[in-house]
């Protein structure tokens, strides 16, 4: 059974920093593509960041609105991804999801339950 578990949220002021964590079991994270998402209040949800598998080169991608700022790592001895987001805003408050997509699929097969990161200003 494959399961994918953030944490790392919090309430934090601008211009703090959090480390999101997704423990993934279940599955081999360097045949998956794994992206982090996030959803604000009345909003459509939206990509922040993504690692891909080591069969689409272990890349990684970010949205426009972090670059510069959240760097995504993979730990595979812990079957971890991490998202480092320094300088928060409080337009980067959300519910943070990780989600897992194999690496010849188009669609995320599995998501956490989402961890909730508040910036105050």
């Known amino acids: 059974q494959v399961q994918l578990v953030e944490s790392g949220g919090g309430l934090v002021q601008t211009g703090d920093s959090l480390r999101l964590s997704c423990a993934a079991s279940g599955l081999t994270l360097n045949s998956y593509d794994i992206t982090w998402f996030r959803q604000a209040p009345g909003k459509e949800r939206e990509f922040v960041a993504t690692y891909r598998s080591v069969f689409r080169g272990s890349s990684v991608d970010y949205a426009s609105s972090v670059k510069g700022r959240f760097t995504i790592s993979r730990d595979n001895a812990k079957n971890t991804v991490y998202l480092q987001m320094d300088s928060l805003k409080p337009e980067d408050s959300a519910v943070y999801y990780c989600?897992?997509?194999?690496?010849?699929?188009?669609?995320?097969?599995?998501w956490g339950q989402g961890t909730q990161v508040t910036v105050s200003s």
């Open positions: 989600a897992a997509r194999f690496w010849s699929r188009s669609v995320y097969d599995y």
